[in-house]
């Protein structure tokens, strides 16, 4: 079931990766294809191209007032870059979410809820890399529950190219069912700690 | 087949974009302006929209241009607008006034960033309200408008341009670098549903017409170029039949006519959206992004039983004046919450005329007011140690 929450999320790489479609994609199936509210907000500055990225989505079952992200529940890095920067702001008890070969995390973010995909290396055997934000975001919808996975795959076919649009849902479910593992996994595990 | 001139349904579109399909709803036709940060948005959706619709888009040397061509195109007879920022506003003042004289139809919408000069192109600012109320040179009014979402920047669009038509001047659109880069939720009505109102036409045969021959509410009825009236634009002070008349007494029946048909119609003019005014004792007034950190401090405030109110200005030019004198004896005191040193909060002192204390919650520019911000002060005014 979906989050009942107002969930802040921070998804940021560089310029080129995605991340501002990520980011309404998502808030597009929190909004038009879920029955919640979202605000996308983005920052970048006159530098942006290349260098670091990142949209900032609010969702919520209530009206949104506040659009700035202080502190995520979320944060999902897609560059070294990026994740040195917005490391600092995560909710102690947030979830970190990173593309394996891209972000080298440290042994103190262990606190985190983390997860991590080799999402570019997906998306490259899919057939370009281009699709790594969206098998990020089915990576994020398996281990974090925004919104339902049909709206975002509604979203993701009304945002990409017409052309594109089976790959893309093929690698949005990679994602999704990489996640789905590593959830399940991780429960198996939680039911071992138990029975200690 | 020309495209879908009113995208009914719901988006997901940035403030800037969905000022582009308002002014399309609205009936805009033409749009002349230059890109700048963080009013591009608008430029670029419209030079995508207005070919598909049979429109005109012009990119200009500068906007000063942009300005002097939005008002030939409005008496062309189309419905016309530019957007803009700080530095592109400042050049645009010598032409607003140019339309404030002439009395031309036109909207101008300015996403403010901090300022002065460049300043901070990519972040937020609310620092030219004063320039949308004075930036030309000479005696006039003039009507403002602030929205807070993408939602009110397509609503508020269509009312601009209503309310330009109307009273026949150039409609400002005050909103802001985070209301037009975020994102949300914008539901666009049927075609049918949506008012839009144009300018009053002459019933007059062609020999009797006077081009500034105002009706009983102060604004004359227009004739277009090539509709087969004489017509005759100056920028001088003119007459009603718009031939220069340079001399006290024309210049006074002109000038209170231009400032009457709006101070004369103030109570149409003016839009608030209160909220829970009734019992307030501190009330927080405020507009664009800032009205929404404002709101959320008022239902922290209320949460916390404090007996807090919003007005949030939906016209910011003209001020709800009568609104403020009445409210002022009963309250402990005011708020003012916006991103500039202090430019509406003057308005608020000289109306609240020295009944209650008028406090101020800002900052210069580059970052939205937090609420918590708005909170404290919110406290203190209650508590009378503002």
């Known amino acids: ?196 | 087949m020309l495209a879908k001139e009113v995208k009914t349904g719901m988006h997901f579109i940035n403030g800037d974009e969905a000022c582009c399909e308002g002014a399309l709803a609205a009936g805009c036709r033409f749009f002349a302006g230059y890109p700048i940060t963080p009013a591009t948005e608008i430029a670029e959706a419209m030079s995508r929209r207005l070919p598909e619709l049979g429109g005109i888009y012009i990119q200009m040397e500068d906007e000063i241009a942009s300005m002097a061509t939005i008002l030939g195109a409005s008496w062309g007879g189309v419905k016309s607008m530019t957007s803009t920022s700080g530095p592109g506003f400042s050049l645009m003042m010598e032409n607003i006034g140019l339309g404030i004289c002439t009395e031309t139809p036109c909207v101008v919408c300015n996403v403010q960033r901090g300022g002065p000069s460049t300043g901070l192109p990519t972040l937020v600012g609310q620092g030219d309200m004063m320039q949308a109320r004075w930036g030309s040179h000479g005696h006039y009014e003039i009507i403002a408008l602030s929205p807070s979402s993408p939602q009110e920047m397509f609503d508020m669009t269509i009312l601009a341009f209503n309310l330009s038509e109307q009273y026949r001047l150039p409609v400002m659109i005050m909103a802001d670098e985070v209301v037009g880069h975020m994102t949300e939720r914008v539901v666009v009505p049927r075609e049918e549903e949506i008012e839009v109102i144009d300018r009053r036409k002459p019933t007059v045969p062609p020999e009797e017409y006077n081009l500034y021959h105002a009706d009983a509410d102060g604004v004359a009825p227009m004739a277009n170029c090539g509709d087969g009236y004489r017509i005759h634009v100056t920028g001088l002070t003119h007459d009603e039949r718009g031939y220069p008349a340079m001399d006290a007494k024309s210049h006074e029946k002109m000038v209170s006519r231009l400032v009457g048909k709006i101070r004369n119609n103030k109570d149409k003019i003016i839009r608030t959206k209160n909220s829970y005014l009734d019992d307030a004792e501190v009330v927080v007034v405020s507009y664009g992004i800032s009205a929404r950190s404002a709101m959320q401090a008022v239902r922290d405030a209320r949460k916390e039983g404090i007996k807090a109110g919003l007005i949030k200005l939906e016209t910011v030019w003209p001020f709800p004046e009568n609104l403020i004198r009445s409210l002022a004896p009963q309250v402990k005191g005011f708020l003012m919450a916006e991103i500039n040193g202090g430019q509406m909060v003057l308005e608020l002192e000289r109306c609240a005329g020295g009944a209650c204390p008028v406090g101020l919650v800002s900052n210069f520019g580059g970052a939205i007011i937090s609420p918590g911000l708005i909170s404290n002060a919110i406290s203190r005014i209650r508590r009378g140690t503002a």
Not at chain 1, 113 to 130: C, D, Q, V, Y
Not at chain 1, 134 to 139: A, D, H, K, R, S
Not at chain 1, 179 to 186: D, E, F, Q, R, T
């Open chain 1, 1 to 196: 079931m979906p989050d009942k929450r107002t969930v802040h999320v921070i998804i940021t790489g560089f310029g080129g990766q995605g991340i501002v479609m990520a980011g309404e994609i998502l808030g597009k199936a929190a909004t038009l294809y879920d029955t919640k509210h979202a605000t996308m907000a983005q920052n970048y500055g006159p530098e942006a191209r290349g260098g670091a990225c990142s949209s900032q989505i609010i969702i919520s079952p209530e009206e949104i007032l506040f659009p700035y992200i202080e502190e995520p529940e979320i944060l999902v890095c897609m560059s070294q870059e990026a994740y040195t920067k917005n490391i600092k702001t995560l909710l102690t008890e947030g979830t970190l979410i990173w593309d394996t070969d891209l972000v080298h995390t440290r042994k103190t973010d262990m606190h985190f809820k983390t997860f991590h995909i080799p999402a570019t290396r997906f998306a490259e055997k899919l057939g370009s890399k281009m699709m790594a934000n969206i098998v990020m975001l089915g990576f994020l919808s398996a281990v974090e529950h925004l919104v339902h996975a049909e709206a975002l795959k509604k979203a993701i076919a009304d945002s990409v190219p017409a052309a594109t649009k089976e790959k893309n849902i093929q690698a949005f479910t990679a994602g999704r069912e990489y996640g789905n593992s590593i959830v399940k996994g991780l429960l198996k595990l939680e039911q071992a700690k138990h029975q200690d």
